[in-house]
């Protein structure tokens, strides 16, 4: 199931630079919105359970953040980004 998700969010990522898949605008913003998002989580969740704290959570939490970044703004530099 996650294979499938990661398949998925590969295909909208091409898509915003070679073909165009249904929706992709949307799942853009929200494959994006859902990387920042998990990369921000990581510190608070980070500095409410201290014991957690390790090397490999606060890299993934940094990749996450960065991952979204760059679904965002390589969208928007493909020009892409035509009203709906």
Known sequence: ???CIFIICALYAL???IV???LTRVAIYIIGSICILRGLATFPLLLSHPEMASTFA???GILWF???VGYLL???LM???EPL
């Open 1 to 3: 199931m996650i294979a």
């Open 15 to 17: 898509a915003g630079a």
């Open 20 to 22: 165009r898949l249904p």
């Open 58 to 60: 606060i890299i993934a």
């Open 66 to 68: 960065l991952c979204g």
């Open 74 to 76: 390589g969208y928007k």
């Open 79 to 81: 020009g892409c980004d």
